[in-house]
């Protein structure tokens, strides 16, 4: 009864999330399974849709979380290859580009890190999920606006983070000064 009804709405949501039927069908499969597996611990504070639509989202993100990566894995192999087979390949880095490269994602990890939760998640979302802000409202279970508030206030607070570690020139692009946070 609990699919019957559900399965529409769960599955245009990991199909919104997805944007691939054939996933977003496997999404479903594994959701329904792991509630009715989990289904003596619901404790019924809120409706059972939305209990499925965190199921189903956190499936959606694990998803795409795993498909990024190993993307990530694939290209960094292939291009280590071809740099190898080419030691002057543009994709070829000097060790001082290397080096410089390193700290700079250092100081981002950094700066990221210090966000507040929120700010930091949503900017993950964004930026490392690929999320649209409608997918990442509903994720968070907040407004649109807050999310783009969110992201607006994370950008920014990142960007005087690496200008005061000297990792980027100051003031906002365009030439105009930025605003201190």
Not at 30 to 37: E, I, N, Q, R, S
Request: contains cysteine; hydrophobic residues 40%.
């Amino acid at each position: 009864m609990l699919v019957e009804r559900y399965q529409g709405r769960a599955f245009g949501l990991a199909l919104r999330v997805l944007r691939d039927e054939e996933q977003a069908r496997d999404v479903v499969q594994d959701a329904f399974l792991k509630a009715y597996g989990a289904l003596d611990r619901f404790e019924g504070r809120s409706s059972f849709y939305t209990w499925l639509h965190r199921i189903v989202m956190n499936l959606c993100l694990d998803r795409k979380r795993r498909e990024r990566s190993s993307r990530r894995v694939e290209w960094s192999e292939e291009v280590e290859r071809e740099a190898e087979a080419d030691p002057k390949s543009p994709e070829s880095p000097g060790p001082a580009l290397a080096l410089e490269r390193a700290e700079l994602r250092a100081q981002l990890v950094q700066a990221i890190a210090g966000l507040p939760e929120d700010a930091r998640r949503t900017l993950e979302l964004r930026e490392i999920e690929g999320l649209s802000y409608q997918e990442i409202a509903e994720c968070l279970g907040v407004p649109k606006g807050t999310v783009m508030s969110r992201l607006h206030t994370a950008r920014r607070r990142v960007r005087s983070a690496l200008v005061a570690a000297g990792a980027v020139e100051g003031g906002a692009p365009g030439g105009a000064k930025e605003e201190s946070p």
